[in-house]
């Protein structure tokens, strides 16, 4: 910890050596409508890679100040009902800029993609982008992955509504990377039963990256990435804010979050406090017991933004307590306790929780730096992590604690662009070290040590895109031996692994409207130490695991491409890829048990997974939006030619949005949808049943209001409003085969959840 604290202290003094050493101009201009030549009051202009944005005033203009004298920066201008604008801008040329948006009654694909190694718009980014941004985030969802998982070729792994992890093309777990504010999340990845220990409501904007990104992100990122991202800070001499609530009836899931942030002469910071509460959840057959949680969350930001760049320090912590039940009937098939004890209706309302249960705690703090030298500019992100893992089965004192820190590097040289190239070079590294500090033990403690560099190359030509990387990567992983009860638990093992990754891409605009993009790479996954190396039983996924030390290195290679067509009344996109997995890592049930708990030991085949994409947006008129959207995944097991298990169902969503001009209303809309999810037929039938194919009924209705000048936003939304029995194909609750043990869980997921949520944001303080 000392050492990190040092590193802090000297990228804080680089920063300010920086701060007195560049010279410094003010920028602006104006924003129009295209066809009115109008001014457009209120639109934002945002410079990525300076973490700097403003507002246009009432006639259209606006002002940068303290921005470099020099260099050419990616520009975006936003403003809502009108088409993302996206340029390249060099200020030492330019200091008068107007810029004309055209309207659309389409969400347009021009928008920034700052995930990627070179920030640009999404059409001239060769990587497959789903992007979220602030009002998808707001409709209602448990956690930070079942807010996204609702886009093509993502699903999640749930434990009912408290967890769940994310799933990309059918892959999970360590195969998708998670970002959160530059920085690798590490925490309980491997873990069937803990989801993302991030809040969900402090993410401004999500990029999903879909497809292998090793080149970027090295070890792990086989199926894709999960991009964070916080809110740009304000505009200078602004304090502003936002308080969001919203309680739903299915679980009594009460959910609040204030935000107060503010910027004085670049000086700039942010703070945030959310808590979160719920008790056990209804399925359409009744309540499951103890299945309620409760989630308390705090994050900040102090930074500077100056003409050299910016430096900002990011802090947060996350709690999450969460109930499990070990399902057990008394003779009427009513649910009981360990005492024998039926459950009744006040029981399922309680939210306190009752034994076992688990306590997730995760600390983080972390430098994120982007400093201008010359005509490129110098990316450093470095982090600390504390993941820390409580397991308590009858009494506050936890049975299995396990600690994980993680330190984390990565350095990025941007040369700067020159004749259309944009060469990148970096270099990252991870440290990782674990303990086991309880009485109970699933995976040894452990050392990890992770380093890697890499080249990267883009080509811009007028309408189309190449680039081109390689990257190197050095992985070595330390399981420490444990005896227990005069028994070895853990032997100790170490292996060490090193990979060579690369990616090209290309990008071609035909016309205005109609785009392709295409990607090839390679990646790789070192296995990690749960599974070299686990040996217990894993509480919450009712099951024992062990682990195989002799595990090699997941290696994956993808194509995709996409092509989409952006017009004034149709939006529409298609994408196919391949994913070819060498030495693909699973947990599989042979028909051994240990203390009546199935035994998942892992083992290694080589497997195939490719599927479809595809989105249809209709806009007929103004007031009417017909948004369809399609996944598909088909996954096999080729070593023993049979499907992979635990394989999202393809899905066909449909949504009709009417938004209706009302007088004293703004963005009034009301939405009917349904989710139509196929059955999932391909399983391996050793340890894993089907699931039937079925329909949910949602719909949502909102507006925003005004008390005086005050924005206030109102919604009510329903999921599953038909309250229909089923089982998700990546539900941990669903029925288990009946002949591997006396334990089948058969949990229907929640039924009928209705929704009523508040949106504040406010603003305390703006300069003229």
Same mark, same amino acid.
């Given at each position: 910890m000392y050492k990190f604290i040092t590193m802090l202290f000297a990228c804080l003094m680089l920063s300010s050596y920086k701060s007195y050493s560049t010279e410094t101009i003010a920028v602006g201009g104006k924003v129009i409508d295209e066809t009115s030549k109008q001014p457009l009051s209120g639109a934002t202009i945002t410079i990525p890679d300076l973490r700097i944005s403003v507002l246009t005033d009432q006639s259209g203009r606006f002002r940068l100040r303290n921005v470099p004298a020099r260099g050419s920066f990616l520009i975006e201008l936003r403003f809502v009902g009108y088409e993302t604008l996206t340029r390249v801008m060099d200020l030492s040329k330019e200091n008068d800029w107007q810029f004309e948006l055209k309207p659309t009654l389409i969400e347009t694909q021009e928008v920034v993609v700052t995930g990627t190694l070179s920030s640009g718009s999404n059409k001239r980014n060769s990587t497959t982008v789903n992007i979220l941004n602030k009002d998808k985030l707001l409709l209602p969802s448990s956690n930070i992955i079942d807010a996204i998982a609702k886009s093509p070729g993502v699903s999640q792994v749930s434990t009912g509504p408290s967890i769940s992890k994310p799933v990309i093309r059918g892959l999970s777990y360590n195969r998708v990377v998670t970002i959160d504010n530059g920085i690798k999340q590490e925490g309980q990845q491997w873990g069937d039963e803990h989801g993302i220990e991030i809040d969900q409501f402090k993410a401004n904007r999500v990029e999903v990256l879909k497809g292998a990104a090793s080149l970027i992100y090295g070890s792990d990122a086989l199926g894709g990435v999960i991009n964070l991202l916080e809110p740009i800070p304000v505009p200078e001499g602004e304090i502003s804010g936002e308080f969001l609530t919203n309680y739903s009836t299915n679980n009594g899931l009460v959910g609040s979050s204030v935000m107060l942030t503010g910027n004085q002469n670049g000086f700039v910071w942010r703070g945030r406090g959310t808590y979160k509460n719920a008790y056990s959840f209804k399925t359409p057959v009744g309540y499951f017991p103890n299945s309620g949680f409760n989630e308390t969350d705090f994050s900040g930001m102090?930074?500077?933004?100056?003409?050299?760049?910016?430096?900002?320090?990011?802090?947060?912590?996350?709690?999450?307590?969460?109930?499990?039940?070990?399902?057990?009937?008394?003779?009427?098939?009513?649910?009981?306790?360990?005492?024998?004890?039926?459950?009744?209706?006040?029981?399922?309302?309680?939210?306190?929780?009752?034994?076992?249960?688990?306590?997730?705690?995760?600390?983080?703090? #972390? +430098?994120?730096? $982007? %400093?201008?030298?010359? !005509? =490129?500019?110098?990316?450093?992100?470095? *982090?600390?992590?504390?993941?820390?893992?409580?397991?308590?089965?009858?009494?506050?004192?936890? #049975? +299995?604690?396990? $600690? %994980?820190?993680?330190? !984390? =590097?990565?350095?990025?040289?941007?040369? *700067?662009?020159?004749?259309?190239?944009?060469?990148?070079?970096?270099?990252?590294?991870?440290?990782?070290?674990?303990? $086991?500090?309880?009485?109970?033990?699933?995976?040894?403690?452990?050392?990890?040590?992770?380093?890697?560099?890499?080249?990267?190359?883009?080509k811009n030509w007028e309408?189309?895109?190449?680039?081109?990387?390689?990257?190197?990567?050095?992985?070595?992983?330390?399981?420490?031996?444990?005896?227990?009860?005069?028994?070895?638990?853990?032997?100790?093992?170490?292996?060490?692994?090193?990979?060579?990754?690369?990616?090209?891409?290309?990008?071609?605009?035909?016309?205005?409207?109609?785009?392709?993009?295409?990607?090839?790479?390679?990646?790789?996954?070192?296995?990690?130490?749960?599974?070299?190396?686990s040996n217990g039983e894993h509480e919450g996924t009712f099951r024992y695991e062990i682990g195989n030390p002799d595990l090699q290195p997941e290696r994956s290679y993808q194509v995709d491409a996409e092509l989409s067509y952006d017009g004034d009344f149709v939006n529409a996109s298609a994408t196919l890829y391949n994913n070819y997995i060498h030495d693909f890592i699973y947990a599989a049930h042979h028909g051994e048990f240990i203390d009546n708990l199935p035994v998942y030991q892992y083992g290694q085949v080589n497997a195939n997974l490719y599927g479809a994409e595809a989105s249809l947006i209709l806009h007929p008129v103004h007031f009417i939006h017909f948004e369809n959207t399609f996944g598909y995944t088909h996954a096999q097991n080729t070593s023993m030619n049979r499907p992979l298990p635990f394989i999202p169902a393809g899905v066909l969503r449909n949504e009709l949005r009417y938004e209706p001009e009302i007088k004293h209303l703004q963005e009034p809309f009301l939405s009917v949808g349904m989710a139509n999810y196929f059955a999932q037929n391909r399983v391996d039938e050793e340890f894993e049943t089907p699931t039937a194919g079925y329909t949910l009924v949602n719909a949502s209705v909102g507006a925003t209001f005004f008390a005086g000048k005050q924005p206030i936003k109102f919604y009510v939304s329903a999921n599953n409003l038909l309250n229909k029995r089923y089982y998700d194909a990546l539900s941990r609750y669903k029925p288990g085969r009946l002949d591997q043990s006396d334990l089948n869980l058969g949990v229907y997921n929640p039924g009928r959840n209705i929704t009523f949520g508040v949106y504040l944001p406010f603003v305390l303080k703006r300069s003229n």
């Amino acid at each position: 910890m000392y050492k990190f604290i040092t590193m802090l202290f000297a990228c804080l003094m680089l920063s300010s050596y920086k701060s007195y050493s560049t010279e410094t101009i003010a920028v602006g201009g104006k924003v129009i409508d295209e066809t009115s030549k109008q001014p457009l009051s209120g639109a934002t202009i945002t410079i990525p890679d300076l973490r700097i944005s403003v507002l246009t005033d009432q006639s259209g203009r606006f002002r940068l100040r303290n921005v470099p004298a020099r260099g050419s920066f990616l520009i975006e201008l936003r403003f809502v009902g009108y088409e993302t604008l996206t340029r390249v801008m060099d200020l030492s040329k330019e200091n008068d800029w107007q810029f004309e948006l055209k309207p659309t009654l389409i969400e347009t694909q021009e928008v920034v993609v700052t995930g990627t190694l070179s920030s640009g718009s999404n059409k001239r980014n060769s990587t497959t982008v789903n992007i979220l941004n602030k009002d998808k985030l707001l409709l209602p969802s448990s956690n930070i992955i079942d807010a996204i998982a609702k886009s093509p070729g993502v699903s999640q792994v749930s434990t009912g509504p408290s967890i769940s992890k994310p799933v990309i093309r059918g892959l999970s777990y360590n195969r998708v990377v998670t970002i959160d504010n530059g920085i690798k999340q590490e925490g309980q990845q491997w873990g069937d039963e803990h989801g993302i220990e991030i809040d969900q409501f402090k993410a401004n904007r999500v990029e999903v990256l879909k497809g292998a990104a090793s080149l970027i992100y090295g070890s792990d990122a086989l199926g894709g990435v999960i991009n964070l991202l916080e809110p740009i800070p304000v505009p200078e001499g602004e304090i502003s804010g936002e308080f969001l609530t919203n309680y739903s009836t299915n679980n009594g899931l009460v959910g609040s979050s204030v935000m107060l942030t503010g910027n004085q002469n670049g000086f700039v910071w942010r703070g945030r406090g959310t808590y979160k509460n719920a008790y056990s959840f209804k399925t359409p057959v009744g309540y499951f017991p103890n299945s309620g949680f409760n989630e308390t969350d705090f994050s900040g930001m102090l930074g500077l933004n100056k003409s050299w760049g910016y430096t900002h320090l990011n802090f947060s912590s996350f709690r999450n307590n969460i109930g499990f039940y070990e399902p057990a009937f008394d003779s009427e098939g009513n649910y009981v306790g360990e005492e024998g004890n039926r459950f009744f209706h006040d029981d399922f309302k309680s939210r306190t929780l009752q034994y076992p249960k688990q306590d997730i705690r995760h600390y983080k703090i #972390s +430098l994120n730096n $982007n %400093l201008l030298i010359g !005509t =490129g500019n110098l990316k450093l992100n470095l *982090g600390f992590q504390r993941n820390q893992r409580r397991e308590l089965e009858d009494g506050p004192d936890p #049975s +299995l604690y396990f $600690n %994980l820190d993680t330190y !984390t =590097g990565d350095a990025r040289y941007y040369i *700067g662009q020159k004749n259309g190239w944009e060469p990148v070079f970096g270099f990252s590294t991870e440290i990782g070290h674990s303990e $086991n500090r309880g009485e109970e033990f699933l995976i040894p403690a452990y050392d990890t040590y992770g380093v890697g560099t890499f080249a990267y190359i883009k080509k811009n030509w007028e309408n189309s895109t190449f680039n081109v990387g390689v990257r190197y990567d050095f992985r070595k992983n330390i399981g420490k031996p444990l005896e227990q009860d005069g028994e070895s638990l853990f032997q100790r093992f170490s292996n060490q692994f090193s990979n060579v990754s690369g990616a090209i891409g290309f990008t071609h605009q035909f016309t205005e409207r109609l785009n392709f993009k295409a990607n090839a790479g390679s990646a790789f996954r070192a296995p990690n130490p749960a599974e070299l190396g686990s040996n217990g039983e894993h509480e919450g996924t009712f099951r024992y695991e062990i682990g195989n030390p002799d595990l090699q290195p997941e290696r994956s290679y993808q194509v995709d491409a996409e092509l989409s067509y952006d017009g004034d009344f149709v939006n529409a996109s298609a994408t196919l890829y391949n994913n070819y997995i060498h030495d693909f890592i699973y947990a599989a049930h042979h028909g051994e048990f240990i203390d009546n708990l199935p035994v998942y030991q892992y083992g290694q085949v080589n497997a195939n997974l490719y599927g479809a994409e595809a989105s249809l947006i209709l806009h007929p008129v103004h007031f009417i939006h017909f948004e369809n959207t399609f996944g598909y995944t088909h996954a096999q097991n080729t070593s023993m030619n049979r499907p992979l298990p635990f394989i999202p169902a393809g899905v066909l969503r449909n949504e009709l949005r009417y938004e209706p001009e009302i007088k004293h209303l703004q963005e009034p809309f009301l939405s009917v949808g349904m989710a139509n999810y196929f059955a999932q037929n391909r399983v391996d039938e050793e340890f894993e049943t089907p699931t039937a194919g079925y329909t949910l009924v949602n719909a949502s209705v909102g507006a925003t209001f005004f008390a005086g000048k005050q924005p206030i936003k109102f919604y009510v939304s329903a999921n599953n409003l038909l309250n229909k029995r089923y089982y998700d194909a990546l539900s941990r609750y669903k029925p288990g085969r009946l002949d591997q043990s006396d334990l089948n869980l058969g949990v229907y997921n929640p039924g009928r959840n209705i929704t009523f949520g508040v949106y504040l944001p406010f603003v305390l303080k703006r300069s003229n």
